[in-house]
């Protein structure tokens, strides 16, 4: 794994190297930047991990969730995040910051991370059988010092997103 620096930031794609395990890899071309991994297969308790830091990822609560991160071993959050109730948008807190996560678009294909309504991150989902999404990081971005969390703690999210998404299209037939 490498460090995640600025001059490597575009060609960033998350993958999911198999389709039946829950861990995805963050990759510029062939070069792994960042893993996430779910401790256990039912349940939402994930590890992230860069070639600098590591976290822990957790949603609780039902009808209103908070996700959350934590520096690995540690027990204060870092990050949290509150979904609105259809989960297609939410507030995140990071560094005494507040940053705005919405869907881009009406299949929920597209997600962006704002800060003052200016897009920093976009994520662009790929894939059908894997899940994936490439990765675009605007200028604004490239300089935050906690940009390594950000991408690790969205993309958990975007996953928790999918995965609720499937669920409920199940449920429906």
Known sequence: MIPIRPNQLAG???????????????????SLLARIVWMKTFGTLASA???????????????????????????????????NWTGAKGQLRIGGQELQIRSANFWASRWLVLQDDAPLIEF??????????E???SEAAR??????????FVWYILLLHMEDSAGAVIAAT
Request: aromatic share 10%.
């Open 143 to 152: 300089g935050r010092a906690d940009l390594p969390l950000l991408l690790c």
């Open 135 to 137: 990765l675009t990081i």
């Open 49 to 83: 991990e860069t070639a600098e830091s590591s976290w822990t990822f957790k949603r609780t609560g039902f009808l209103t969730a908070v996700v959350t991160a934590r520096d690995t071993g540690g027990d204060t959050d870092i990050v949290t995040y509150r979904p």
């Open 12 to 30: 960033l794609e998350w993958r999911q190297p198999s389709t039946f395990s829950r861990e995805y890899e963050l990759r510029s071309g062939e």
């Open 124 to 133: 662009g989902a790929k894939g059908l059988c894997k899940a994936g999404a």
